[in-house]
């Protein structure tokens, strides 16, 4: 699930935008829906989003590594409610 992203260059109308963001939430959905983890990639990386620090990075400041470190693998979900509050976080200026 990449996020969309704002910038003045982007090549998408603010219509177009927010389909692409529908299209891609009702996909990581669907893919939740087959049992298949979603997590969030940095936009135009295959990267995951979070945590934004490696293990040897770890700070432990980080809500989610407070008992250590958490990286992506166990932060991916299948929980409808998360991938939605990810794709509203993900999208919030495209509002
Ligand atoms: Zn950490």
Known sequence: MTPCRRTDSHPLTPTT???HADRLLAAALAAAGR???VFPLRP???RPAFPDHTADRCAGTDPRCRDGHT???PRATTDPERIR???RASCRERV
Do not use: V
């Open 35 to 37: 049992d298949w983890r």
């Open 44 to 46: 135009d990386a295959k």
């Open 17 to 19: 935008r927010r389909d």
């Open 85 to 87: 509050q990810i794709g």
């Open 71 to 73: 990286g992506w693998e």
